[in-house]
Nanobody
Framework: QVQLVESGGGLVQAGGSLRLSCAAS????????MAWFRQAPGKEREFVAV??????VTTTAGSVKGRFTISRDKNTVYLQMNSLKPEDTAVYYC??????????????WGQGTQVTVSS
């Protein structure tokens, strides 16, 4: 079992930036892919980005490509979010598991952190 704790969410104006962090503990962190998903009010949870255990391979959703960057260091994974838009408003979740864009391949989830982008 792994514990994931997100931080870094908040309120930002459109065009601004935020960096989310997810601290992992409880098992050998580098064996697993780490991903970010988000869920906006009234919508299903959607994939944002994933990074492999080695950190050498990433996949980013088309809706955020060129604006969001996922990275990892030791036991923490980051999501750098630039040029934020109001439609990026959501609860952002960190997840750990196998590499993929489907939330079903992830067995461990954080509690989520709210990101609100004002227009």
């Amino acid at each position: 079992q792994v514990q994931l704790v997100e931080s870094g969410g908040g309120l930002v104006q459109a065009g601004g930036s935020l960096r989310l962090s997810c601290a992992a503990s409880g098992r050998y962190f580098s064996n697993y892919a780490m991903a970010w998903f988000r869920q906006a009010p009234g919508k299903e949870r959607e994939f944002v980005a994933v990074i492999s255990g080695s950190g050498r391979v990433t996949t980013t959703a088309g809706s955020v490509k060129g604006r969001f960057t996922i990275s990892r260091d030791k036991n923490t994974v980051y999501l750098q979010m630039n040029s934020l838009k109001p439609e990026d408003t959501a609860v952002y979740y960190c997840a750990s598991g196998n590499y993929g864009t489907d939330e079903g391949v992830y067995g461990d989830w954080g509690q989520g952190t709210q990101v609100t982008v004002s227009s």
